[in-house]
């Protein structure tokens, strides 16, 4: 069946610096990849997405490009600012009924 | 345009009692889903409706859980008896058709159960 697996946090960095949380997936046929984010007290969002093999997904300074060759969808910032702090979902989208599936998620905390 | 809606926010019971979660989605969306997000883990589908009818409900234990979605608008999601281990929180999503995994989540229902 399909699967993601995300790097593991916490992972605490200090504003300005570049993230990278590794995302890799196990899936058959061709799935949609996405990056979720749930902020302190709310609900998850849509951060990004990426339909195709080499489709590159933005937005708000995040960048993932889909890998099918590496199977990943790594999520990038180059500097990190203290709203950023969230729980990142990694998922991918699958099979006829579109079922998403995520991953465990990853806590980022950024410090001023 | 106003997002998913859920209630109650926040619900403490006994085990073996029973528990209830409502599910209002955005205006228009076809597809509805509840999650359950145990700490420290990702969510887990439990149920995905295509308007009033069950798309997939494979992972939903129905010894004790069940949901509907009468007249494909509301939700609602039962579980009875509660254990231990379903203590969680329990999103409800919603989506237009063809959205391809596009979901908006509601802020959940996080139960506790003693």
């Known amino acids: 069946g399909n699967s993601v697996t995300q790097m593991e946090g916490p992972v605490t960095l200090s504003e300005e610096a570049f993230l990278t949380i590794n995302c890799t997936y196990t899936a058959t046929g061709y799935p949609s990849l996405f990056w979720y984010v749930q902020y302190p007290g709310e609900g998850l969002q849509l951060l990004l997405k990426?339909?195709?093999?080499?489709d590159k997904g933005s937005n708000k300074g995040f960048e993932a490009t889909y890998r099918k060759e590496t199977t990943s969808f790594h999520l990038e910032k180059g500097s990190v600012q203290v709203s950023d702090s969230a729980v990142y979902f990694c998922?991918?989208?699958?099979?006829?009924?579109?079922?998403?599936?995520f991953g465990k998620g990853t806590l980022l905390t950024v410090n001023p | 345009e106003a997002g998913v809606a859920q209630s109650p926010r926040y619900k403490i019971i006994e085990k073996r009692q029973s528990v209830a979660f409502w599910c209002n989605p955005i205006s228009g969306h076809a597809t509805l889903y509840w999650y359950q997000q145990i700490l420290g883990q990702g969510p887990k589908l439990l149920i995905q409706?295509?308007?009033?009818?069950?798309?997939?409900d494979s992972q939903l234990p129905k010894d004790r859980f069940s949901a509907e979605r009468l007249k494909g608008v509301d939700s609602t999601l039962k579980i009875q008896p509660a254990k231990l281990e379903d203590s969680a929180v329990y999103l409800c999503?919603?989506?237009?058709?063809?959205?391809?995994?596009?979901?908006?989540f509601g802020e959940g229902s996080r139960l506790t159960v003693l």
């Open positions: 998922a991918l989208s699958g099979g006829s009924n579109y079922k998403l599936t």
């Open positions: 999503a919603s989506s237009p058709t063809g959205s391809l995994g596009e979901l908006f």
């Open positions: 990426a339909t195709k093999a080499d």
């Open positions: 409706f295509q308007n009033n009818g069950v798309v997939d």
